[in-house]
């Protein structure tokens, strides 16, 4: 059996567990041991500026996509089968469409000439085009797109397990739908969103292209260190302490959501 | 009779709005890339096939796009049976360490990809790899192989093991009894991991970035290096013919699996 597994094995351990053992030796080893990567990472401006706005940015997205995916899941359950199919295919359906694509898709929606700011013109809404992109606002609606489906499909898979018996007899005790939803199905869709909010705050704590092609060079998000410091400035040290400590912080955050829920719930969805 | 009440109605009002927000990106990229105009205008002015031919006649193009798609088959190739075998070995056996080896094979999931996109820039760096083909290969099976784990462990969920247990005891071995008796009932997820994994290698690009170079590049590397400098409306036809290409798969991935449970 272990034979089996060999194959598979020898490739993750070779090109995942190898590569993240080299980021982590390299940034405390350069001509002997040094804490200096991890220093700068703590204490220079631009590492700490970057790191505080990534996890702005990722908070943002995550209660933005929880707000809006919420609703969504708790139609698509409480519809109809055929109906509830056909807006989780809604949901699923940009899932499959490549990041880049959807990032070239918001660049012509949300560009100074693009079809948001024309369609607002011809309204006669606005005489100038608003800054709709290359800047924040245009990395956290692109992100949030592309993260969304992440959050609605572990909401609809806790939902799907709440018994309707149980909002029937809240009814029939004489609570009013509003105090049923709040006292009984919110309480019990927990597992859902902590599984959601997770996977959400997780993928976009290491987000790349969507802020390097939509943020304009402004919004210098963690990962966006980590490559310029190998690209531009050659600093593989900083580079991989940079890496190392968004690792980490990841691994930190499965790690307490895991006393609360089982891990596989959380990444079942991916 | 069920009472609309004006909670319901604001429910189905704000579904729809996250639902024209979800597809709307998704469908404005045909239009474009059928657009005659040389910059973006919206409606298009008038039709035209010119970014289209722009893409099928431009060699670099061309070139990055037989990588993507050789990159794509050789990882299903090589992901689909070292998945299969590594999901077969976990779920029939029953050594503690196989829990720690499925955790393993999920880490390509967890670890975030620029995280492994440079880790595995810096590997290759001193092996020679960087810029190769079969750097590029062995990257994407990596990242390809929790999708065909993931797959066929659902798939071997549903399958009853004593099945190979009876053709073993009348006198097969143990590797003719998978084929002729667990193969055939888990071929549906098999497939559809196979595709999974196809779709990711397509679809790849922040790896590609770092480790990819020269004649050897993706179409993903060419379109973020040329969505970075300017907005080009060929990138709108390959992203269609993309996007069409990749839905194509998923609904044969989903039908698969549909019949298989």
């Not at chain 2, 390809?144 to 099945?163: H, M, N, T």
């Not at chain 2, 247990?165 to 097969?172: D, E, F, K, Q, Y």
């Not at chain 2, 050897?216 to 992203?239: G, W």
Request: proline fraction near 5%.
């Amino acid at each position: 059996m272990l034979a089996l597994v060999s194959p598979a094995l020898l490739v993750i351990l070779a090109l995942i567990v190898l590569p993240v053992g080299w980021l982590a030796w390299q940034s405390i080893y350069h001509d002997g041991f040094t804490l200096e990567n991890y220093r700068r990472v703590f204490t220079e401006d631009i590492y700490w500026r970057s790191f505080a706005l990534t996890f702005e940015i990722s908070l943002a997205v995550t209660v933005i996509a929880l707000l809006l995916g919420y609703p969504v899941a708790y139609l698509a359950n409480s519809v109809p089968k055929g109906w509830s199919i056909l807006i989780l295919s809604l949901v699923v359906l940009p899932f499959w469409t490549s990041v880049l694509v959807r990032a070239y898709a918001w660049l012509a929606l949300l560009q100074r000439t693009g079809v948001i700011n024309q369609f607002l013109r011809y309204l006669d809404v606005i005489s100038e085009p608003l800054a709709l992109v290359h800047n924040t606002l245009g990395t956290v609606v692109a992100t949030v797109h592309i993260l969304l489906p992440f959050m609605v499909l572990p909401l609809y898979a806790t939902m799907q397990k709440i018994p309707g018996d149980l909002m029937q007899a809240g009814a029939s005790l004489g609570a009013s739908p509003s105090l049923t939803f709040f006292r009984v199905f919110l309480p019990l869709s927990l597992p859902g969103v902590l599984a959601g909010c997770t996977m959400v705050f997780v993928l976009c704590l290491g987000f790349y292209i969507t802020p390097e092609l939509l943020g304009g060079g402004r919004t210098v998000m963690v990962s966006m260190l980590v490559s310029r410091n190998v690209e531009l400035y050659n600093q593989f040290g900083a580079a991989s302490a940079v890496a190392v400590v968004l690792l980490a912080s990841v691994l930190v955050i499965f790690f307490i959501v895991s006393r609360f829920i089982s891990l596989d719930r959380v990444l079942g969805q991916k | 009779m069920m009472r609309v009440s004006s909670a319901r109605i604001a429910l189905c009002v704000i579904s729809a709005l996250v639902l024209v927000y979800l597809i709307l990106p998704v469908l404005i990229i045909a239009p474009i890339s059928f657009s005659s105009a040389r910059f973006l205008t919206f409606p298009p002015p008038s039709l035209s096939l010119r970014w289209y031919q722009s893409y099928f006649s431009n060699p670099a193009w061309m070139q990055a796009t037989r990588v993507t798609l050789t990159v794509a088959f050789l990882t299903v190739v090589i992901a689909t049976p070292c998945g299969v075998a590594a999901a077969y070995a976990i779920s029939q056996s029953k050594l503690r360490i196989m829990r720690i080896i499925h955790m393993a094979l999920l880490l390509p999931l967890v670890v975030p990809i620029i995280i492994t996109a440079i880790g595995i820039f810096f590997v290759y760096a001193r092996v020679g790899l960087v810029a190769t083909m079969p750097g590029l290969v062995l990257a994407n099976v990596m990242l390809g192989l929790p999708y065909v784990v993931i797959s066929v462990l659902a798939g071997l969920q549903s399958f009853d093991a004593a099945q190979e247990m009876v053709a073993r005891s009348l006198g097969m071995n143990r590797l003719r009894s998978f084929f002729a008796v667990t193969l055939p009932q888990i071929k549906s997820s098999v497939v559809a991991g196979g595709i999974f994994a196809f779709i990711s290698a397509m679809d790849e690009t922040i790896v590609a970035l770092f480790i990819s170079g020269g004649q050897y590049q993706p179409l993903t590397k060419r379109m973020f290096t040329a969505l970075r400098d300017e907005i080009d409306p060929t990138i709108a036809a390959i992203s269609t013919l993309m996007t069409a290409a990749s839905f194509m798969l998923v609904l044969l991935a989903s039908a698969r699996q549909r019949r298989n449970s």
